[in-house]
């Protein structure tokens, strides 16, 4: 069973270092506050008091922090214990970023391996929770098994080591949107003196449907062919009015539709009033 070193223990690290425990591995762990450790060491991990001894406890590093800066930051007393090691970072950050970080592994003699995991904390070795990594190959292959440990779904994007945050990017970009829209929903359903959880149901299945119509959508954008209607930009565009009576109706700021109401008054500007939907996608593109 290879030795992992989990560099930080917030809910997510912690979680990571519970599944390589609970599942034999060796584990040590760190944190800046070293009473988060204790909970582990009952369990069965390694408490490293300081950051170079835990770097140098095993041969697979997972650093899980808030962001490449923070990571680089935590590791730079204990880069010189790098050098030959397996490095796997799963924190926040943009492309950019992991390019940084990337060549700031290398610098140490560190093989480099970039990630990022698309569930929460609980869902943390279960064997359908997604994680997918960029970087190195050969860091993947030897490290599968022990990866998979922490979920059952772990692909290798290519050995670029941008593509885990370009993709964590490209498909968090719906998270926010996504919630927003739901907590909209809340404060209307709420303003009918009606509970929250009486909606869950049905937002459920409209996601659902959203889900169905991702592939179609998708084949649209790549061979940029609109013209096969599901949902034209002009369907949406002769809603925006009802947008605006419901935030009057139910007393809600709706301000933030203001710029996808934009958006849509673009497209039909560019042309793209009886295409798809998902022409939006030509919209966003700037040049």
Known sequence: MTPVTIIGL?????????????????????????????????????HAGVIEAAVAASPLVIACLTDYDATRETLRP???????????????????????????????????????????????????TLLYYGGDKTVFDEHLATLKVVGGDTVHLGAEPDLAALYEMAVGGTLLPALVGFFQGAAVVQARGLEVSSMVRFTAKWLEMIISILPVMAEEIDSGDYS?????????????????????????????????????????????????????TEVLKKG
């Open 10 to 46: 917030g809910s997510m690290g912690t979680a990571l270092a519970k599944a390589f425990v609970a599942a034999g591995h060796p584990t040590t762990v760190w944190n800046r506050t070293a009473a988060k450790a204790a909970p582990l060491v009952a369990e069965g991990a390694v």
């Open 228 to 280: 096969k209607l599901g949902s034209s930009v002009n369907l949406f565009v002769a809603g925006i009015p009802y947008d605006e009576e419901l935030g009057k109706e139910a007393n809600l700021d709706a301000a933030w539709h203001a710029p996808l109401h934009d958006l849509l008054r673009r497209a039909v500007a560019a042309g793209h009033g009886e295409h798809s939907i998902s022409a939006l």
């Open 78 to 128: 204990a880069a010189a214990a790098l050098a030959g090691r397996a490095l796997v970072t799963l924190n926040s950050g943009s492309p950019a970023g992991a390019r940084d970080m990337a060549a700031w592994a290398a610098g140490h003699g560190a093989r480099f391996l970039d990630g990022a995991i698309k569930n929460v904390p609980s869902a943390v070795g279960a064997p359908d």
